[in-house]
T-cell receptor
Framework: AQTVTQSQPEMSVQEAETVTLSCTYD???????LFWYKQPPSRQMILVIR????KQQNATENRFSVNFQKAAKSFSLKISDSQLGDAAMYFC???????????WGAGTKLIIKP | NAGVTQTPKFRILKIGQSMTLQCAQD?????MYWYRQDPGMGLKLIYY???????DKGEVPNGYNVSRSTTEDFPLRLELAAPSQTSVYFC???????????FGPGTRLTVL
């Protein structure tokens, strides 16, 4: 069965600095999708970025980018120029055809220091 | 567009009571999902639906039931509430299963 591991329960970063959140996953499949979701204190779950496994190019969305290492089964999220509004729980998730459901990591709490 | 709406936002139940969590979406998505989120954990799928009249179990379906009579609505029924069902419940929908899921604001349920 597929699993998703986020090894950092909590991370902190100074405002305007860069931080990287780690995510590793275990799968024997070659075709799948990976996601990073953000959950601020409001509890609303918001998509940050999505990566298709067959695409070698790393996905980017403004200040958010991923480092997708398919062979290493690693999918880290880099947040550049951190802002106070980035403070949230960040969840990594995996989806494939065989599961028909998202498999979620336990999350990383990101603290932004002003 | 209201997106995905959920009611109620908060609820306290006594052991053995039943209730229905409501979920609706106005994006014409075929796929809808119910998750629970326990403290310090990621989301776990309870049930999902691929269209009106079609539902299937997720990872943690015991103690819950769903129905999908319309594309828009996907209610979750809790029968005989137990303390283990204390959690935050999220409803979500998507255009395709591999696409972004849009989430409702969640329902915090406490069973005492």
């Amino acid at each position: 069965a597929q699993t998703v591991t986020q090894s950092q329960p909590e991370m902190s970063v100074q405002e305007a600095e860069t931080v990287t959140l780690s995510c590793t996953y275990d799968t024997s499949e070659s075709d799948y999708y990976l996601f990073w979701y953000k959950q601020p204190p409001s509890r609303q779950m918001i998509l940050v970025i999505r990566q298709e496994a067959y695409k070698q190019q790393n996905a980017t969305e403004n200040r958010f980018s991923v480092n997708f290492q398919k062979a290493a089964k690693s999918f880290s999220l880099k947040i550049s120029d951190s802002q106070l509004g980035d403070a949230a729980m960040y969840f990594c998730a995996y989806w494939s055809d065989s599961n028909y459901q998202l498999i979620w990591g336990a999350g990383t709490k990101l603290i932004i220091k002003p | 567009n209201a997106g995905v709406t959920q009611t109620p936002k908060f609820r306290i139940l006594k052991i053995g009571q039943s209730m229905t969590l409501q979920c609706a979406q106005d994006m014409n998505h075929n796929y809808m999902y119910w998750y629970r989120q326990d403290p310090g954990m990621g989301l776990k799928l309870i049930y999902y639906s691929v269209g009106a009249g079609i539902t299937d179990k997720g990872e943690v379906p015991n103690g819950y039931n769903v129905s999908r009579s319309t594309t828009e609505d996907f209610p979750l029924r809790l029968e005989l509430a137990a303390p283990s069902q204390t959690s935050v419940y999220f409803c979500a929908s998507s255009f395709r299963t591999s696409n972004e899921q849009f989430f409702g604001p969640g329902t915090r349920l406490t069973v005492l």
